[in-house]
């Protein structure tokens, strides 16, 4: 069994004249809604071996206002900022290989490539259940899918969604 966490990074400021996309910061909203993830995963018991990150700012402070409890093992991972979908399924399964006694992976990236990747791993007999994923996956939305094989194997419509938060719903 082995699990995917797709975690959007949470609300972020629109840039200002000249600023490049890649430089763009948390708002105060998308800072709560972070932290209130992080509570959510630790009252849950989630907590994946390995992060694979964005390096754009807002992805970063996304993950570091969740505040993951250690250890796991952080990689930044340019892909997930300039990627698609394919990119990301391949950063999932990398993961496998390089880490081949891990069970699980949570990728911290942007949309449209979070909800695409969680609709295909989902397949289609599970779709989503959670309301709002139906019509967008939202800033700071984590859809935690699970699978019957390694993290290496993972195939599109072979997982099965677990369970979605979206803290950003509540603020």
Not at 96 to 110: D, I, Y
Request: aromatic residues 8%.
């Amino acid at each position: 069994m082995s699990q995917v966490y797709l975690l959007r990074h949470a609300k972020a400021v629109w840039p200002s004249p000249g600023q490049k996309d890649f430089d763009r910061t948390l708002d105060t909203d998308g800072i709560e809604a972070a932290k209130v993830l992080g509570q959510e995963l630790r009252r849950s018991g989630l907590k994946p071996e390995i992060v694979l990150c964005s390096p754009a700012i807002r992805a970063r402070q996304t993950l570091e206002y969740v505040n993951l409890e250690p250890p796991f093992v952080l990689d930044e991972a340019e892909k997930l900022y300039s990627g698609g979908p394919d990119a990301y399924l391949m950063a999932i399964r990398m993961a496998g290989l390089e880490h081949e006694t891990a069970n699980s992976v949570m990728l911290v990236g942007h949309n449209p490539m979070m909800e695409e990747l969680a609709i295909a791993l989902a397949g289609q007999g599970n779709p989503p259940s959670h309301p709002t994923f139906t019509s967008g996956f939202p800033t700071a939305g984590l859809a935690v899918i699970q699978f019957d094989s390694p993290l290496a194997e993972i195939r599109p419509g072979t997982g099965t969604l677990q369970a979605f938060f979206s803290p950003s719903e509540h603020l």
